[in-house]
């Protein structure tokens, strides 16, 4: 799995290769998590658009859709979905593409990363796939991440 | 009870330590109001995403869920209840921690908290719990904030 970062515009594009989904082992929902979106992704309160390619097939069609999880954790020990599906429908057993869009609109997480998950039909065999995100470009702020030394109470 | 702030990926994070839920000397529900959401949170008509964590457990699970509740005072003399619950389950019998959200959405309120509710099982026992809330960080003028206007 490796991710890229493509400034196109006022457009911020995260691409993940690579994300690797195993085999369902029967009539199992299995699921992926990309990495953790880049903090230049303009998540919050917005909807922006994704894309899933299907890069190396299996034999079962899963249904492969995606959803949003927030996080105040770095390490995502405790996610909270916040949009439950992409509306999309990838079929398992192609090199195919689909597109679709994620919702965090109202929501503010200092976390966010998008799931893939299929629908429980049995995958009979591992799958890959790439993951495109295109939100809003915002200015890089990690240097304001501080335990302020200010009181703020 | 200690409350640390920090920032990170541009939202204020307010973590409170040492919540105490008493024992609930049988089947009564218990509640523990949180400190007010700092100033520097941007809390009106946002979704609000908490974490809490059960630190020191009692032997009845007690179910913890939590609502979000604002005041036009900051003593919350009277609290009006903004979302009455998280859908979250925290069982105090054991260290573990949930995530959830509470929605302000379409609220606006100079003071909020969030309360840690029981269910009214027994819960045995005093627990203690750490509550983080997080929301977007916003830099107030202060002195506009508590301006009083003359005209």
């Given at each position: 799995m490796a991710s890229t970062n493509t400034a196109l515009g006022k457009r911020y594009i995260f691409t993940t290769e690579a994300l690797a989904l195993a085999d369902s082992a029967g009539a199992n929902v299995v699921t992926v998590a990309g990495d953790t979106l880049p903090l230049?992704?303009?998540?919050?309160?917005n909807i922006f658009g994704i894309t899933i390619e299907c890069t190396e097939v299996c034999?079962?069609?899963?249904a492969l859709d995606a959803r949003l999880e927030g996080s105040i954790e770095s390490t995502f020990a405790n996610p909270v979905t916040?949009?439950?599906?992409?509306?999309v429908d990838l079929d398992?057993?192609?090199?195919n593409t689909v597109s679709g869009t994620l919702s965090a609109v109202s929501n503010t997480w200092p976390f966010y990363r998008i799931v893939l998950f299929t629908?429980?039909?049995?995958?009979a065999d591992a799958s890959a796939y790439t993951l495109t995100t295109a939100t809003l470009y915002r200015t890089p702020a990690a240097h304001r991440n501080s335990t302020p030394a200010r009181s703020y109470a | 009870m200690a409350t640390t702030y920090a920032k990170v990926n541009q939202q204020f994070i307010q973590v409170v330590e040492d919540l105490t839920i008493t024992?609930?000397?049988?089947a009564n529900v218990v509640t523990i109001n949180g400190t007010v959401?700092?100033?520097?949170?941007?809390?009106?008509?946002k979704v609000v995403p908490f974490e809490a964590e059960i630190t020191e457990a009692s032997a009845?699970?007690?179910?913890i869920d939590f609502r979000l509740e604002a005041s036009l005072t900051a003593a919350f003399t009277v609290a009006i209840?903004?979302?009455?619950?998280?859908?979250v389950d925290l069982d105090p019998t054991g260290l573990n921690t949930v995530s959830g959200t509470l929605s302000a959405v379409g609220f606006w309120y100079p003071y909020w908290r969030v309360v840690a509710f029981t269910d009214?099982?027994?819960?045995v026992d005093d627990s203690t719990l750490d509550l983080t809330v997080v929301a977007p960080f916003v830099n107030r003028n202060l002195s506009l904030l508590e301006h009083t206007s003359v005209r």
């Open positions: 230049n992704s303009d998540i919050d309160g034999a079962g069609d899963g916040v949009d439950a599906s992409a509306g398992t057993t192609g090199l629908d429980g039909t049995d995958t | 024992d609930s000397a049988g959401l700092n100033r520097y949170m941007d809390i009106s008509d009845g699970d007690g179910a209840v903004i979302d009455s619950t998280a859908g009214a099982t027994d819960t």
